[in-house]
């Protein structure tokens, strides 16, 4: 549509890694975006974005974009240094060095990727296709969130939960392991609305963060001790039979079982593991169990730790005792992308037929350092796109040098020189969100909605989709039926059972749901019931961090500090720390920390301090800002190496060691040490 005779105003849709999927308005003038708008008649968008994604037109015409292929001509451990090629000649040399690596064993070859954008096509799609033609090495995308994914599928059936619309009615909310202001902007809005029609905000997070600030109360549990938050409270809903008898005994499967375990678990038992009173959990299991209808935010922070899927198993089964699901306004919501599972044709994307009866070996992405220098066989070439692993990857010193290794052929399709960029061999301009055709589901709510370009690609940039394309061709692969299909075909064949000119007309589609999902059951499980004690791997149980005084006493008397690396307000993982102006708001990485840890180390607000393990070491700003809780220091991400202090960021210290349930990252499980630097 047309705002006036020469601004076009384009739906669109945010691509990143965020609950909200904002729908946008891209206004475009002269073939410049100029500026990004939230829809106000989309309902959770309701006209607002975060300030990272209104600055999206600085963005996409950064002046450090890349915009041509870039070919290396320095040395992996040397400054980098690049020079333009075309096209055809770097297509052409790594369809040559990918091709005679297959030619041996396809499985070296490994692709990674994760959420720079998370749309259908531009995510996946082609790319999927061109590594099952080859049989190259899989991955398993477990980076983020596969250790709460994880336990939905194993408690729930699949990952649902409740509306977020309806978080406004709500009397109760717990705001679990989420910054939502921050990170979640517009389940912010909703609990705001709660919040000013009486109802109680408690947040549950081991830093005071700026949602905190808002709630009425905040609890400050130690990072990794949920799970026995959880089971105390339990203990309490049954001790003081705050209990829905007739939905546990219709709709919980192994409920007498898991009350078993929650009798073990006093508040006596759970204090000293969670770092808060007795009185505390008391009086949150009081509001919890006499209050309705009371909601949970549960967000991916919390199960960033070894026992993260059973911590998540737990929260995720509280609503069933109290009988929350009955309400529109009560139950649980951490993920939203279930319900759109059964209408997207991801074979139909992403071709899995191609592979055929290969089964290439799996790579975990959460421990891809440990995968570049150790794996046999090795990995001979790598593909990076949509991720940025030099920076976000957990122990990225070991994924620095596994980058630097001289035989190791790396191919990275980006918009900006990143940290992971700098150690490519080609660097493949790849186009932003405003320049190509996607498709995108939520995991916040429950719309579709499409993207269309706004401008055409700047410079030689090109959408994920026909880079692959294209190397499928020089492949020698062009002619099959699979690589000749454009983005709009593509586009049509992403989804199921949805109207796709509906889609293109209105930019966003609601899915048909109730609005009480659960009220009588219905949970897509084999019997229509939660699982409590799920029939292959029991009954969840409170899991121990791999780093704390329970588990490694040695260890955590060498390194007494529990660190936790929660994003900057103004970062979105590493997607938007080059954008000059939110760098700007950011200043400097720190390291926040409680007046009584500084004291005891000689250290001041403002001064430098060393922050220190087995596995490296940073140099950090001290904030003393009443933001960490008492032997936790926190380490906001996810800032390039390359703007960081002497090239390094927070993932110098953590480790590769994986959660519970889905093999995740666990990036808040890390013990370290401070000293003055």
Excluded at 183 to 208: E, M, V
Aim: proline share 7%.
């Amino acid at each position: 549509m047309n705002a006036s005779s020469d601004v076009r105003v384009v739906n669109g849709a945010c691509p990143h890694d965020c609950p909200d999927t904002c729908a946008l308005q891209v206004h475009v003038q002269a073939g410049k975006v100029i500026k990004v708008q939230g829809r106000a008649d989309h309902p959770s968008t309701h006209g607002a974005l975060c300030t990272k994604v209104s600055r999206y037109p600085e963005r996409t015409h950064h002046p450090d974009r890349v915009l041509t292929p870039l070919k290396r001509v320095s040395a992996k451990t040397e400054p980098p240094r690049f020079e333009p090629v075309s096209w055809e000649a770097a297509l052409a040399d790594i369809a040559a060095r990918l091709g005679a690596i297959a030619a041996r064993d396809p499985q070296r070859i490994q692709p990674y990727s994760y959420a720079g954008t998370m749309g259908l096509l531009q995510g996946g799609s082609m790319a999927d296709r061109l590594w099952n033609r080859l049989g190259a090495a899989r991955l398993d995308r477990t980076i983020c969130a596969s250790a709460g994914a994880a336990a939905l599928n194993l408690t729930y059936g699949s990952r649902v939960g409740m509306h977020l619309r309806f978080f406004a009615e709500s009397q109760l909310i717990l705001i679990w392991g989420s910054n939502s202001i921050a990170s979640n902007l517009h389940f912010w809005t909703y609990a705001n609305q709660a919040k000013r029609n009486g109802a109680k905000l408690i947040c549950i997070d081991p830093r005071r963060t700026e949602t905190a600030d808002k709630c009425h109360e905040h609890l400050a549990l130690r990072p990794g001790s949920d799970g026995a938050l959880a089971l105390a409270l339990m203990h309490e809903l049954i001790r003081n039979d705050w209990l829905d008898h007739d939905y546990l005994e219709r709709f919980v499967d192994g409920w007498p079982q898991l009350r078993e375990r929650a009798l073990q678990w006093a508040p006596e038992r759970a204090a000293p593991l969670t770092g808060l009173s007795v009185e505390q959990i008391q009086n949150l299991a009081r509001d919890y169990g006499t209050t309705a209808p009371a909601a949970i935010r549960l967000n991916y922070g919390m199960q960033r730790v070894r026992g993260g899927g059973n911590a998540v198993r737990l929260i995720a089964l509280l609503p069933c005792l109290v009988g929350a699901w009955k309400h529109r306004a009560g139950g649980l919501l951490l993920s939203t992308s279930g319900y759109a599972a059964p209408y997207k044709n991801n074979d139909a994307l992403e071709r899995p037929d191609l592979l055929g009866a290969r089964t290439p070996r799996m790579v975990n992405m959460s421990a891809i350092g440990d995968a570049l220098l150790r794996a046999e066989p090795p990995i001979e070439a790598l593909v990076v796109y949509n991720s940025n692993p030099a920076a976000v990857a957990p122990e990225n010193g070991q994924v620095v040098r596994g980058l630097q290794r001289p035989d190791l052929f790396t191919v990275v399709i980006e918009q900006f020189m990143t940290d992971t960029a700098d150690l490519a061999d080609y660097v493949l301009p790849a186009t932003t969100q405003m320049e190509h055709l996607d498709v995108h589901t939520s995991y916040g709510h429950t719309d579709v909605l499409i993207n269309e370009p706004a401008i055409a690609p700047l410079g030689q940039a090109k959408p994920n989709t026909q880079i692959f394309r294209e190397l499928a061709a020089a492949l020698g692969f062009g002619a099959e039926a699979w690589a000749q299909e454009d983005d709009e075909t593509l586009a049509r064949q992403a989804l199921k059972d949805i109207d796709f000119e509906q889609l293109r007309a209105n930019g966003f589609v609601p899915l048909p749901l109730p609005e009480a999902p659960f009220a009588e059951g219905g949970w897509p499980t084999p019997h229509g019931k939660v699982w409590a004690d799920h029939p292959e791997i029991g009954l969840p149980d409170f899991v121990p961090n791999l780093e704390s005084m329970e588990t490694a006493p040695a260890l955590a008397t060498r390194y007494p500090l529990a660190m936790i690396s929660p994003p900057a307000r103004n970062f979105l993982n590493s997607s938007f720390v080059n954008v000059q102006s939110l760098r700007d708001i950011e200043r400097e990485p720190v390291l926040e920390m409680h007046a009584e840890d500084a004291a005891a180390r000689g250290l001041s607000d403002g001064a430098w301090a060393r922050v220190f393990n087995a596995r490296g070491e940073q140099r950090l700003r001290v904030a003393l800002n009443g933001r960490a809780r008492p032997g936790v220091v926190n380490g906001l991400g996810v800032w390039w190496r390359k703007f960081g202090v002497d090239g390094k960021n927070v993932n110098e210290l953590t480790h590769q060691g994986l959660t519970d349930l889905g093999g995740g990252a666990s990036f808040y499980d890390c013990l370290v040490e401070v000293e003055a630097a």
